[in-house]
């Protein structure tokens, strides 16, 4: 683990906003966003559906060893997988350096999820997906 400066935070926010149309500091469901590779659910039933180490190995199984875990709150980090103490934060953006996909989590109780390769992966996992959407 590996706390990240101020300007590592603003330069990958930066490419967030790039990558993934973040217009502020919400992002979708809350704000929308030109991107179509998106969608969001709601974290509850998300929560029963699923627990957090099947979706981190699932992170794992598409090539994902490390990412950047960007948060409202606290510091930001650079962690291996294993270590992300919770996947779902209030306001907090999961992201690795290619920008291939994104997961967004809200305290407004959604997670989005962003990138081919993830949805299908999430939507594997969980078919009933469309059933828990936010």
């Not at 998300?46 to 409202?72: C, Y």
């Amino acid at each position: 683990m590996r706390t990240l400066s101020e300007q590592e935070v603003k330069s990958l926010r930066e490419r967030v906003n790039d990558v993934w149309d973040w217009k502020k500091y919400y992002w979708y469901p809350l704000m929308p966003t030109s991107r179509p590779d998106v969608f969001a659910l709601d974290t509850d039933k998300f929560d029963q559906a699923i627990s957090e180490e099947k979706v981190k190995t699932a992170l794992t199984e598409i090539g994902i060893t490390k990412v950047f875990n960007l948060r409202e709150l606290g510091e930001s980090e650079e962690l291996d997988i294993k270590d992300i103490p919770y996947l779902y934060e209030s306001e907090s953006v999961i992201i690795d350096e290619s920008m291939e996909w994104i997961i967004y989590c809200s305290h407004e109780q959604s997670v989005a999820f962003g990138g081919a390769k993830l949805n299908e992966k999430i939507k594997n996992l969980v078919p009933n997906w469309k059933e828990l959407e936010w």
